[in-house]
């Protein structure tokens, strides 16, 4: 009897616990902008407090997986659960973004149990570009939660940027955003020391102010390898006609994983030239890159 006691307890020590903590993040993607990256889908202003309130549903898309993390404000790595900026654009009320979906997503193309995805959270609501400028506190702020994050052993694997509503408010800004935006790109690549290291910008739907044509020229103007942009023009707005919607969210964080899908995973293949939007992404590819997406779709 002792002796099958003993049999007993030696084989439940071995079977693995469902509720174990997987790995560190092996792919890691910084999530960096203002409000529309931070989230806010399905915030209203609530008819009683008339302050903004998130509904806190969740889509099925953005559902919690123990095989995508986030990296919080004091820097350890936690199970990803929306709003995933509650704790960094903690002045607002954040609600769904792209991060969960476009994790979800990928998640989908790797190898169950071998692949865990770390999302950096760094958006800021109402941020304009010369406030990520290189020696700033935000542009600092994303640096300092990119190092922390491959302190366990993973890479970053690219940049998620989600901004340019707020440069729409005087022409000049407006004018002025493609070449700080590329500076800003230049920087960041720099100063991470990933010199090619993927980009995928969203081209603004709505904008604070009516200059909102000539930041989008200049997101649509960077002429830097390795930079794709997915355009969010035409998704449903809540009604403040600013913030894109749970659904357009959703959709947004799909767009974002097809086009990281189109990178090539390895890092002498040959790099992606200029930015274009998803729906036209094949004209930017060199024709090598082109039949490599042709035989390997989900290649990255």
């Known amino acids: 009897m002792l002796y099958l006691c003993l049999l007993f307890l030696t084989t439940v020590a071995q079977i693995p616990s469902t509720s174990q903590q997987p790995s560190p993040p092996t792919d890691i993607f910084l999530l960096a902008g203002q409000s529309n990256m931070a989230g806010r889908g399905g915030v209203t202003n609530s008819t009683l407090t008339h302050h903004p309130t998130w509904d806190g549903v969740v889509p099925p898309q953005c559902s919690p997986t123990p095989y995508i993390l986030r990296l919080a ?10 709003p995933l900026h509650a704790d960094i654009d903690f002045l607002k009320t954040n609600g769904i973004g792209p991060g969960m979906p476009f994790a979800n997503t990928i998640l989908m193309d790797k190898p169950g149990g071998r692949t865990v995805i770390g999302l950096v959270p760094c958006a800021m609501g109402g941020t304009s570009i010369k406030e990520w400028q290189k020696g700033s506190n935000l542009y600092n702020h994303l640096l300092s939660r990119a190092d922390a994050s491959v302190l366990s052993g993973g890479k970053i694997k690219a ?16 004018e002025l955003y493609g070449g700080r935006l590329k500076k800003f790109f230049t920087g960041i690549r720099s100063d991470l020391k990933i010199p090619l290291l993927p980009i ?7 904008g604070e102010g009516e200059y909102k044509e000539g930041v989008r020229r200049g997101q649509f103007g960077i002429d830097l390898v390795n930079v794709m942009i997915v355009d969010a023009l035409g998704l449903p707005l809540e009604p403040d006609g600013l913030h894109l919607t749970t659904t357009s969210q959703v959709r947004l964080g799909g767009l974002l994983a097809d086009a990281y899908r189109r990178f090539p995973s390895h890092p002498l293949a040959t790099p ?5 939007p998803i729906s036209r992404i ?6 090598f890159v082109g039949f490599l997406r042709f035989c390997c779709h989900s290649y990255v």
């Open 282 to 287: 094949s004209t930017i590819f060199f024709p």
């Open 73 to 82: 404000a004091d820097l350890t790595w936690v199970e990803a659960r929306e």
């Open 159 to 174: 940049l998620l940027w989600y901004q340019g509503e707020s440069d729409t408010e005087n022409a000049e800004d407006s």
């Open 200 to 206: 995928i910008q969203v081209g603004i739907a709505s």
């Open 272 to 276: 992606l030239t200029n930015a274009a």
